[in-house]
């Protein structure tokens, strides 16, 4: 009567924590909440790595939705994905764009040149295919930092305007393509095209021509 | 004598685990403003380790950002903010109190509440029973020897 719900108290408690720790099976330690995700790129002038007299600004990213791949030639996952983004770029016509940085270039002890770097980059996209339209070289690793990137391979998919609207940790596989940062690619990329779209509308009902 | 040999070693060769760095400070409140931020920052990468122990790229970027923001003249909570800014508050030791996080508070408080009212709830409810019950064996023995 008045003893049978003390009994169960340690029953529910149990059950209770084996529920925490069961979850805790399938949850994956390295995941963070992301602070940039719904934020534009930090602020960065930042040179190209194979032309150091072209730079880019946040800017440059903007108008077309961009894959920002941050990689490097002594990551050993970023040369596995290499060939599944390059097939991506060249069937879907995705734009990547690396940020790259160099592990060994120490900015306060540089044990490494440029062309040195240029050269293992050069190599490595002739083996593994190249996917990037330009690679971004984050020679301090500031806007990495900025970024909240932990290591590499990391993706930011950059909607038309710039703004930062996933940031996936780890590489892009078929699997991952599928499930999670394909369906929001081919999301904003509709999001693009109907905003050209209206653009395109206005211009009609300004100067009064048709579209074909 | 073998043991303990190999024993010290192990010690000597764990105590020069922490990574080194070479930064040069303008004052000893600096230096060890350093070293207390560096103790409470996490690395994101790995788990479980502050950023003055662990020797990934990471760690050392940021061991490395926060030399500059204290060179520039930061505090302590405004180079905590700039990296939690990055990072999340995963990157700090110290957990901030939110409805997610209160529990870890309140918990243990909690279960000490309730266990003192179990405990003192049983004990009223139980000892005038006991009493009862002994009177009653009293007064039977009582009887018994009346008889």
Known sequence: ?????????????????VIFLFQGLFSDPRELDSQVKGKPLPEFTLPDLMQPDTTYTPDSLKGEVTIVNVWGVWCVTCAVEMPYLTQ????????????????????????????????EVTSMLRRYGNPYAFNIFDVYRDTSLDLGVTGAPEHFVLDANGVIRMHHIGDINERVWQNKVGPLYQQLVAEANSETNIVVDSDTDDTGRVEE | MKRLFVLLNLIIAFSAFS???????????????FLSLTAELRCPMCQNQNIADSDAMIAHDMRRKVYALLKE???????????????????????????????????????????????????????????????????????????
Do not use: C
Request: glycine content about 4%; charged content about 25%.
């Open chain 1, 1 to 17: 009567m008045k003893k049978a719900p003390l009994v169960v108290i340690p029953l529910v408690l149990f059950s209770m924590l």
């Open chain 1, 88 to 119: 991506l770029k060249d069937e879907l016509g995705v734009k990547f764009v690396g940020l790259y940085f160099d592990q060994d270039l120490d900015p306060d002890f540089g044990t490494k040149t440029l062309t040195r770097v240029q050269q």
């Open chain 2, 19 to 33: 990574a080194e760095d070479n930064f040069a400070f303008d004052t000893p409140a600096q230096r060890a403003q």
């Open chain 2, 73 to 147: 003249g930061k505090s302590e909570q405004e180079v905590i903010d700039f990296m939690k800014a990055r990072y999340g508050d995963f990157v700090h030791y110290q957990p901030p109190v939110t409805i997610a996080t209160m529990w870890l508070w309140a918990a243990p408080v909690l279960f000490v509440i309730f266990a003192l009212l179990f405990v003192v709830r049983r004990k009223s409810s139980t000892a005038p029973q006991d009493i009862k019950a002994k009177l009653a064996k009293a007064d039977a023995l009582l009887e018994q020897e009346k008889e």
